[in-house]
C-alpha cells in the first residue's frame, strides 16, 4: 500500500533553515509528481512546492527563492529545504502524490518558527 512518512519538522526562530524529507513506499516513486502542501491554522491547505518525475520544480510565491524541493529516486524520497524561515511559515507541512484517480497524503510534520 502507498506510505508517505514526513521527518524534519519542529521549532526554530525566524531567520533559520529546516529540512523537511518525505520516505514513500508503495507506488513507482521516480515516475510520480510529488508535492509538499501546508495548512496553517484556520487556513486552508496550499501547495507549497512540486517536483516533476524529471526534476522541474515550482514554488509558491509566498516560498519562492527561500524553499527548495528535491528528490531522490534511489531512495524513494523528496525532501524540502527551507532557508529563511519566517513565523507565516508556520504550519502542519504534509506530502502527498496523486496516483490515477487516488490522492494520498503524509501524517504531516508541525513546522513552528517562532522567537
Known amino acids: 500500500q502507498v506510505q508517505l512518512v514526513e521527518s524534519g519538522g519542529g521549532l526554530v526562530q525566524p531567520g533559520e533553515s529546516l529540512r523537511l524529507s518525505c520516505a514513500a513506499s508503495?507506488?513507482?516513486?521516480?515516475?510520480?509528481?510529488m508535492n509538499w502542501y501546508r495548512q496553517a491554522p484556520g487556513k486552508q491547505r496550499e501547495l507549497v512546492a512540486r517536483?516533476?518525475?524529471?526534476?522541474?520544480?515550482t514554488y509558491a510565491d509566498s516560498v519562492k527563492g527561500r524553499f527548495t524541493i528535491s528528490r531522490d529516486n534511489a531512495k524513494n524520497t523528496v525532501s524540502l529545504q527551507m532557508n529563511s524561515l519566517k513565523p507565516e511559515d508556520t504550519a502542519v507541512y504534509y506530502c502527498?502524490?496523486?496516483?490515477?484517480?487516488?490522492?494520498?497524503w503524509g501524517q504531516g510534520t508541525q513546522v513552528t518558527v517562532s522567537s
Open positions: 502527498h502524490v496523486r496516483l490515477g484517480l487516488y490522492t494520498y
Open positions: 517536483i516533476g518525475s524529471g526534476g522541474s520544480s
Open positions: 508503495g507506488f513507482t516513486f521516480s515516475s510520480a509528481v
